[in-house]
């Protein structure tokens, strides 16, 4: 069967651009969004994923500030630099990356960002505004994939839509974004007995475990969309999802690929919450 291949690539390079011109707009206005991540020691793959993040904001005009720790830092020394970005003018978005060293609580971290600059949408109160409908900033990944299903012309109405992982970042988010765009939806993970008894019911399976190759051509039901979170390695070293791509796309009507769907989306939302962090205090 002929599937769509959602290019999650494209997508996020289109709202990197409508960022570009609004950001343009913002300045000339005299307000320059920026945004401030911290990197708590160096472990390579967040170095990766904040050096993307640094080289989206320059490319939008955001004014970014990487703030580099070493992981011998106390929690209370990291605690106090947050709360002096939450007093700074000019940084309207504050990410701390994750995972942080293990005498560090991230808990603990991110309870202290602002909520008006939790541009990763992972402070209590914007995931208990989520939880209850009113508007805050969203986790960017289940942000990202509403977008690119919108974007794609993918309707949720009524339909049946099966999470698979429960984390704080992807799973529980998405769950109920669905939910609130009108789908059915079911919440499976790790200890879900007979995952496939699931997923086969799905028309729109979202893969958020971390695990390599755990979707395969027996979870999918002929027709359904299936959107993969997954960033692994594979034993050739290359990043790959949670879905066995090869034999599972062209049982579906639409999929998006690894690399190149879910993981841009998540950076171009990133940006998305910084200018809307960052207008929220110009009115
Ligand atoms: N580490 C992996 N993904 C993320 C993310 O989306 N935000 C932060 N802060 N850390 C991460």
């Known amino acids: 069967m002929a599937y769509q291949l959602i290019n999650g690539k494209q997508i996020a ?8 011109h609004e ?25 990766t994923y904040v050096r993307g993040k640094i080289r989206a904001s320059e490319e939008i005009g955001i004014h970014s500030q990487l703030i580099r720790m070493n992981d011998t830092i106390t929690q209370e020394d990291l605690l106090s630099k947050v709360r002096e970005l939450n007093e700074d003018p000019n940084i309207h978005g504050i990410l701390v990356q994750l995972p942080l060293p293990d005498h560090i609580n991230p808990d ?10 939790d541009v990763d949408g992972f402070t209590p109160i914007n995931m208990g505004k989520l939880v209850i409908g009113q508007r805050g900033l969203l986790p960017c990944t289940p942000y990202g994939i509403m977008q690119m ?31 609130q765009a009108n789908a059915t939806v ?55 999802g949670d879905v066995n791509f090869e034999e599972v796309a062209p049982l579906t009507s639409a999929i998006t690929p690894v690399p190149g769907g879910v993981g841009p989306m998540t950076i171009a939302m990133l940006m998305k919450n910084t200018v809307s962090a960052a207008k929220a205090i110009w009115q």
Do not use: F
Request: charged fraction near 25%.
């Open 13 to 20: 390079k289109e709202i990197r651009l409508e960022l570009k």
């Open 23 to 47: 950001v343009e707009q913002l300045k000339a206005e005299g307000l320059q969004p920026g945004l401030a991540v911290i990197l708590v020691g160096n472990n390579p793959a967040s170095e």
């Open 108 to 117: 603990k971290v991110i309870e202290v960002i602002s909520p008006s600059k």
């Open 149 to 179: 299903l919108d974007r794609t012309g993918i309707s949720l109405e009524g339909k049946h839509a099966v999470v698979v992982g429960r984390s704080n970042i992807v799973g529980k988010p998405m769950a109920i974004l669905l939910q």
């Open 186 to 240: 079911t919440l499976c993970h790790s200890r879900t007995v007979d995952l496939p008894h699931y997923t086969r019911q799905a028309d729109l399976i979202i893969a958020a475990v971390g695990k390599l190759n755990l979707i395969t051509k027996e979870h999918v039901k002929p027709g359904a969309v299936v959107i993969d979170v997954g960033m692994n390695r594979n034993d050739a070293g290359k990043l790959a």
